[in-house]
RNA sequence: GUGAGCGUGGCCUAGUGGUUAAGGCGCCAGGUUGUGGCCCUGGAGAUCGGGGGUUCGAAUCCCCUCGCUCACCCCA
């Protein structure tokens, strides 16, 4: 390869068949769990008006400004390829009144989302999420309803000891008082912050410090105050009953002050769900309640709650847990073929069958017979079907059952019968 | 944006200065006349990411560059 070959952009993926074994079963299974509990299906553009995602994430902070994919198209608009779901599934909700809808609106989407970051272990540049939003329903039980979708979908495909990560961050009554005492818990000991980001970060997002991962600032997190032991009354209230919530569907938990969402519109919940052997990129799940997010946008308040579910780290820890996904065996059918006119015949034989609804391949052409039954091998087939002269002038043809080693020369019009799936 | 590690045929790997870069997997063919999966034999396929340098001589040493990976930053 001496022209250097082209190669997928960095921090993308192709999607090899092989690899499709996994995400056919996770996007069957995901579907499927959705629709249980109720959720219609809503696909979102790959690209927006990059104002939106201005408008609901924030200009000032790096993701906007540098990590989206944004670009002038040709008419001059600034659009940017999609970086998360809710915000466009919040203006599709506003843009279509679907307020006229019956509340609340469960919805779930799933696709490919796009970030510009340095890739590393489980960090893409185009990613998959599933995802689901609930709109219109403040209540907690919607919060555990939506987590208990993702804890559930997890378990479905094979994913077992998770955890369930879980926080408050209160709302705009009660979050401006808690980052004031966070803030001057810091300043206090000052003296002891010896981190530079960390000294940063008091000044520009002062949740993340508690997210902080140098061993330095590891003592002044498990001092600090956490935001769940902040709330106003009705906060706690929302929280409490979530918690009840959560025990009485059997979902365990675990209260992590350290997580956080810096954006404004978000309120009360913040969840995520960690596979037990917890890499850095490694969150399976991230959601949480977005109450303000409607306003933002410039629509009339409506609650809401979601998450993200990052289709490849799933996959990625449905395969260090087990192996390959049994495919299910279903015919297929190699038709083998020895000389010009059967080859001919092979071919009308295969448009046949496949539109009889068997999946058939015809042999690759100029090859042995004994090659032609190998590749029916290493394509997995279930029966070659051969035709030479022989069949041909007697209107038959050989069926072997590669499984079984058994073959049998049939007449031609009952091989459908014969391989098609059983009427029912 | 910062830092570290790595880069040999499609895939995995051996080879750390010296004749035509070795092996496994995979691929193709053959093992007698129309028959697979195992096995056997053979074949195609890399100039060692790219460029420059050191040397009589480099995949093996040095520099640059590109790419990959991991971590930091960020995490919607």
Avoid at 131 to 136: F, S, Y
Avoid at 144 to 155: D, K, N, Q, R, S
Avoid at 271 to 292: H, K, M, N, W
């Amino acid at each position: 390869m001496s022209p250097p070959l082209f190669q997928a952009p960095r921090g993308t993926a192709d999607i090899l068949p092989a690899q499709h074994r996994y995400w056919g079963h996770f996007q069957a299974m995901a579907e499927k769990m959705a629709v249980r509990f109720g959720y219609e299906r809503l696909d979102t553009p790959i690209f927006e008006d990059a104002r939106l995602f201005v408008r609901s994430i924030g200009e000032v902070t790096d993701i906007v400004e540098k990590e989206t994919y944004t670009f002038e198209d040709r008419g001059g608009d600034l659009v940017t390829l999609r970086p998360e779901g809710t915000a466009p599934v919040c203006r599709a909700y506003l843009q279509h009144g679907m307020h006229n809808l019956p509340q609340p609106l469960r919805l779930f989407y799933i696709g490919p989302f796009f970030r510009y970051d340095r890739p590393q272990a489980g960090r893409y540049r185009q990613l998959h999420q599933f995802g689901i939003e609930a709109i219109g329903e403040a209540e907690e039980s919607m919060d555990a309803e939506v987590i208990e979708l993702a804890w559930l979908l997890l378990e479905a495909v094979g994913i077992s000891e998770i955890t369930l990560l879980l926080n408050s961050i209160g709302d705009p009554q009660c979050r401006p008082g808690y980052i004031d005492r966070l803030r001057s818990y810091y300043r206090s000991r000052s003296d002891e912050l010896v981190h530079g980001d960390c000294r940063r970060r008091l000044e520009t997002n002062p949740l993340r410090l508690l997210d902080c991962k140098n061993a330095a600032c590891q003592p002044l997190i498990a001092e600090a105050p956490g935001s769940v032991d902040n709330l106003c009354d009705a906060c706690n209230e929302h929280w409490q009953g979530l918690l009840r919530h959560l025990s009485a569907l059997g979902l365990p938990y675990q209260i992590e002050k350290r997580l956080v969402r810096g954006l404004d519109y978000y309120t009360r919940t913040v969840f995520e769900i960690v596979p037990p052997a917890a890499g850095q990129q490694s969150t399976l799940v991230a959601g949480g309640r977005y109450d303000g997010l409607m306003e933002v946008l410039g629509g009339s308040p409506a609650p809401g709650i979601g998450f993200g579910m990052g289709i490849e780290r799933v996959l990625t820890s449905i395969k260090d847990r087990q192996g390959p996904v049994a495919r299910e065996p279903r015919t297929k059918v190699l038709v083998a073929h020895t000389g010009e006119e059967p080859k001919a015949a092979a071919l009308a034989l295969c448009s046949e069958l496949r539109r009889g609804g068997v999946a058939a391949v015809p042999a690759p052409s100029g090859r042995s017979l004994k090659s032609q039954l190998r590749y029916a091998s290493a394509i997995e087939a279930s029966h070659a079907v051969i035709i030479g002269e022989d069949e041909l002038s007697k209107h038959t043809v050989t069926l072997r059952d590669l499984a079984k080693s058994e073959q049998q020369e049939v007449s031609r019009n009952v091989l459908l019968t014969m391989l098609g799936p059983t009427p029912t």
